[in-house]
């Protein structure tokens, strides 16, 4: 088969927009601005006034779940209503999936080094706390051995006093 000329598409597609587009003035005049609905089957120009947008707040985000409200399903008939229930399953089933992939990878990924930055932290702290253990056993041998000392030192000296 045969590839078209760019040049006959290009001229298909001018002859369609051609065929909706409203007649227009030329181009030196600015068409004027009116605020009537254009008709079902038109397709809007820049110019034109759009009354029927709908708001921001109505348009899904991609980010959004849209579950229809019980006064849709209502007036849905019984086959839309059970794939809109199904599609709502699958995709709940679908985000738990996701989850589950997602929690596995990070523990396959981070498991090893958190492993070895626990290990890491934890010899530190455990070389830390003997320093401190043992700077205290000093200091408090220290205070006994010093109390001893004094007392040592008194019995003498009370001592020596009783004997002269």
């Known amino acids: 088969m045969k590839e078209p000329d760019h040049d ?7 002859a369609l927009l051609n065929k909706h587009r409203t007649p227009r003035q030329p181009a030196a005049t600015t068409p004027p601005v009116t605020n009537t609905k254009p008709a079902v089957n038109t397709i809007p120009v820049l110019t034109e006034v759009v009354g029927h947008i709908a708001k921001p707040d109505a348009i899904p985000v991609l980010t959004q779940i849209v579950i229809p409200s019980e006064s849709t399903a209502e007036t849905m008939p019984p086959a839309e209503q059970n794939t809109t229930h199904a599609t709502t399953e699958s995709s709940r089933a679908t985000h738990a999936n996701l989850n589950r992939t997602i929690a596995e990878n990070l523990e396959q990924r981070i498991m090893p080094q958190l492993t070895k930055h626990i290990d890491q932290s934890l010899e530190s702290l455990l070389a830390q706390f003997k320093e401190e253990i043992a700077q205290l056993v000093r200091e408090s041998l220290a205070q006994e051995l010093q109390q001893y000392f004094d007392v040592i030192v008194s019995d003498l ?4 006093n009783d004997h002269r």
């Open 8 to 14: 006959e598409v290009l001229d298909k597609l001018d």
């Open 157 to 160: 000296q009370r001592h020596s």
